[in-house]
């Protein structure tokens, strides 16, 4: 069965980084386009962040410059690196591929002021 498990969340002061994990399995990892999404709280779940499976990625805006997207194909494994992170980037982070088969538990992320 389809498999997500995010981690690394926490929280941060403004200004700070993390980087998050999403370890996947069930499915063909490589072959799929995989993306993060945050949702906060009383807002709908957004996409920040793409990547194919040929590692080409892709942002959005609010999220350029900040954040990058990578994988690991033989590791069924896809990261987020989050840099000069901001409170409006306070949120649950989740992974999932494009579309989207299953969703995880998500990491919180909290970023400080």
């Known amino acids: 069965q389809v498999q997500l498990v995010e981690s690394g969340g926490g929280l941060v002061q403004a200004g700070g980084s993390l980087r998050l994990s999403c370890a996947a399995s069930g499915f063909p990892f490589a072959l799929k386009e995989m993306g993060w999404y945050r949702q906060a709280p009383g807002k709908q779940r957004d996409l920040v962040a793409s990547?194919?499976?040929?590692?080409?990625?892709n942002y959005a805006d609010s999220v350029k410059g900040r954040f990058a997207i990578s994988r690991n194909n033989a590791r069924n494994t896809v990261w987020l690196q989050m840099n000069s992170l901001e409170p409006e980037d306070t949120a649950v982070y989740y992974c999932?591929?494009?579309?989207?088969?299953?969703w995880g538990q998500g990491t919180q992320v909290t970023v400080s002021s």
């Open positions: 990547i194919t499976w040929r590692g080409i990625p």
């Open positions: 999932n591929t494009i579309p989207g088969l299953a």
